[in-house]
């Protein structure tokens, strides 16, 4: 019978953040309906920023260097 692998625990850095009391009442309300922690649901929104800055600089730095990719193009025709 194979060996279960087991998962690598992340090395875990504390951050602190400031933010707006309105801002930490919403999220400490949404991480309780979601039954999270809210250092879970921050964890989420920085993981889904990174991807999505990085997602968006790669395209840009693609654009910026001339790579290949494909043109969208649409033609019109009047009666």
């Not at 997602?55 to 990719?69: F, G, K, N, T, Y």
């Amino acid at each position: 019978m194979p060996k279960a692998t087991t998962a690598k625990k992340a090395t875990i850095s504390k951050l602190s953040v400031s933010l707006p009391e309105a801002t930490r009442t919403r999220l400490e309300a949404l991480a309780l309906r979601m039954e999270l922690t809210t250092a879970e649901c921050v964890d989420q929104a920085i993981a889904e920023f990174i991807e999505s800055w990085e997602d968006h600089l790669r395209v840009v730095a693609a654009l910026a260097d001339d790579e290949a990719r494909p043109v969208l193009s649409a033609r019109v025709e009047h009666d």
